[in-house]
């Protein structure tokens, strides 16, 4: 028998995020003989496809985050650390971290960085503060704020004009999230509200979606966008294609057209949906290694998913430039596991696997309740079937963590009955102190806000 | 027969508040032959007697906080304003209120006050930034972060004293709210998170509970108070009475004991649950009609809740003092139906009610899973049978709501299992941005808070 008791310490591997890529090469890594340490800047793992239901009520911010560590609490060679990544050193082969201000520095011997990605404005960073985007569950709860405080302050409005400014809502991006997101809260307008106000008529608010492309979710193919775009249109969702956004501001948004027309349209509300760029970590990591970026600021990999020069640093998910792969959640999940196997067998010593190949699973976007669209390799479909499949989906992935069963219950009052359990605005993110503060004149600026001397913001 | 159509413009009936008090007047209003406005600053009713559990990650906001205008969608007499009320004018019977700036003036026939009560910190309202209270979502969102916050940062943390420090919970206050806060973050700490981290042990957390009186729930009696005591002492809360605070700040919290001595606790999360103060729309009622105050700012009615030389106007629910009744649901809803009912009678031109009684139901509190306190009359009861009655009642209460059932759901995985479902920290609640940040030395002030150029407070 030969004793199989380490000479040495562990090997380290630290892991950069909390999103697919770094929760699943956690999980990969349970039971090798190695110590892992996953450093996050949020405490849960955020199930990203269904933010749009946390941001339209549906759903609460719980059943789409599971709490990191609660995931994780059963994997003894596992440890989380809450904290935000400023700094990596590829020569020293060590992490800084800060939470809250106490900075800490983690070595490791092997890195898995999957820090994801950021809402992209394409240079017009001012927009972000009209019209946030949807890429954490503050996003999410910031519209839920949003969406629904526009119906509690058109209820109020005087003016014809500034009712519809606030039952306008414009969501930008005609990919996935941005057509869920449209598609929801006309389901909510019309819907969900239709009996709730009585000086507005919810079932009249116009819900605008805008790309600069010529196609409605163009990576799911010609026949299925135009199928995607007709279906919106019959639950009321105004199509805008080939329109450019040039301005946002706090009461509405300037597009070019196609044609190079401009138009304005009054909206207090507007969803940002439409590009992503990774992770500023990508950029530390291209300086170091010598890696290029593209202009989302993804990290082109070698054929195993490092950097060059450094086997032992794996990047992986919506910061890796691969293949021309999407930033989806099979992407990063794939990438994840592949990482963690190429690091178990060089930590055991076997030969390395194969170049890493991505299996297309297929994609699917809901559009509305019993609607969507699914394409998989060849087959595609859309419509109850398709809807039928994002359920199976969906609940198959979500059985994979300890009690999502409410989530099933909040789908059964939303889908079958026309209730959100989920409508909770906080004062602290109540719409308030964002776009409306400025409204104009007719309203009044020494409202009683949040109390300045209260703990909080 | 008789034309029973109005001759002249309908009753208008306008509430203030969406607690206890105002939504159950507006209820008891249905069918009513008048118009009811129901004014309120957050759109959702609130369940306040299981805020403690939002706190602590058992349930989400929503579960305790319908929507106030899907409550009342099919009350067709009934509409609802977001709207904090700043000026209260009886000669000219109307009600101001703002939402986010736009300023509305509402003319009414009846009023009806519930604006409930705040905390109340005795005169050191600095303290509130050190202790958050628990009257509100956000309160309870806020502890919710600081809680969770304090064991990841424990877990990152390097000295002993500052382990202890963050993993220390000091409770104010041992009426209700105060022991039902301190039972369940001991049960957080030594059940829910046990396995959860690798450097601390949160079973070592220390809990404490402190009051300046000499009795836990006095209003329970002498037996049920020694019984809740000794039920919180045998699952680890520290139970500390005679202690009056005489500082908090963002380390700790000083008290005087009652032999003079003072103390110092190093604790970083402070949970205030000790006073509550009326709606400083109390001092306006009592300044225009003459009606005294309390000094908790309470307002003196009449046997039939309404203002002296102000039939038209009632007052219920924590606002109103009338009787010593206590600031409890049971008074509120009661008064509210009351205040409902007379005013009925008067615009029917039937003869009044006489005054106003209300009827003792009873109270109770839990102190952990499966035990409780329950007072009713001359019954009394502790354990596990207690436990038992609380559940039916909240059970019975919540059913009243649509779809509270994930509520029952939420309660089976955390009194039958060890999870919490709601353990969602936002970064605009991150602990990070308040008692945290100044932390001293070892803290670095530099760290990457929220964004300032985000949406958002």
Redesign the interface.
Known sequence: MTDTTPAGPRHRVVIIGSGFGGLFAAQRLAGADVDVTLVAR???HLFQPLLYQVAT?IL????I???T??VL??QANA??????V?RLDLEARTVTH???????VTPYDSLIVAAGAGQSYFGN??F???A?GMK???DA??LRGRI??SF??A???STPAEIERLMTFVVVGAGPTGVEMAGQIAELAHRTLK?????IDPASARVVLLDAASAVLPSFGERLGGRARARLEAIGVEVRLGATVVGVDSTGIDVERADGERERIEAVCKVWAAGVSASPLGAQLAEQSGAELDRAGRVQVLPDLTLPGHPEVFVVGDMMLRDRLPGVAQVAIQGARYAADQLMRRVAGQPPLPAFRYRDKGSMATISRFSAVVSIGRFQTSGFLAWLMWLGVHLVYIIGF??R??TL??WV?SFL?R?R?????????????????D?GE???????R?PK?????
């Open positions: 949020t405490t849960h009520g609460s911010e719980g059943e985050a599971p709490a560590r609660e609490a059963h440890r989380v650390l809450l904290g935000e400023t800060s939470a809250v201000g106490r900075v800490t960073d001012r972000a503060r009209h946030p954490s569950i503050d709860l910031e629904f405080g509690e302050l209820e109020l409005a009996r709730d106000f009585r000086r300890k009690h069963v409410t219950l909040h009052i009955g209730g359990a989920e409508r909770v605005m906080t004062q602290q993110q109540v719409f308030a102190r964002t776009a409306i503060q409204l007719d309203f009044d600026p020494t409202l009683p949040v001397d209260r703990p909080g913001p």
